[in-house]
């Protein structure tokens, strides 16, 4: 079983950063796709970023320019820097992975979420 642990939300000004973690409980190296999504208050979750096992990246447009998605094979950690927050960026942050490729929306694995509040 893969458990996933965000940490690194909280309260923060717009214009503002924050640096959200994504533990995993076992070795990442062969976690093909990894993701971070959003749900905010009365609307459905959404993708905000993914990454594959070769690093390569996928930007909604929402957060284009402003966020950046990683992850740290050795740590078993993926990040998402965000950056010149704004209120929009409201909503509860979740990590999510699969073995499979392709960021198709469906993952074997999600973490519990963390919350994520932009005040304007």
């Known amino acids: 079983q893969v458990q996933l642990v965000e940490s690194g939300g909280g309260l923060v000004q717009a214009g503002g950063s924050l640096r959200l973690s994504c533990a995993v409980s076992?070795?990442?190296?062969?976690?093909?796709?990894m993701a971070w999504y959003r749900q905010a208050p009365g609307k459905q979750r959404e993708m905000v970023a993914g990454i594959t096992r070769g690093g390569s990246t996928k930007y909604e447009d929402p957060v284009k320019g402003r966020f950046t998605i990683s992850r740290d094979n050795v740590q078993n950690t993926m990040y998402l820097q965000m950056n010149s927050l704004n209120p929009e960026d409201t909503g509860v942050y979740y990590c999510?992975?699969?073995?499979?490729?392709?960021?198709?929306?469906?993952?074997?694995?999600w973490g519990q979420g963390i919350q994520v509040t932009v005040s304007s």
């Open positions: 076992r070795s990442i190296f062969r976690i093909n796709t």
């Open positions: 999510a992975a699969d073995w499979a490729d392709g960021f198709r929306g469906s993952y074997a694995y």
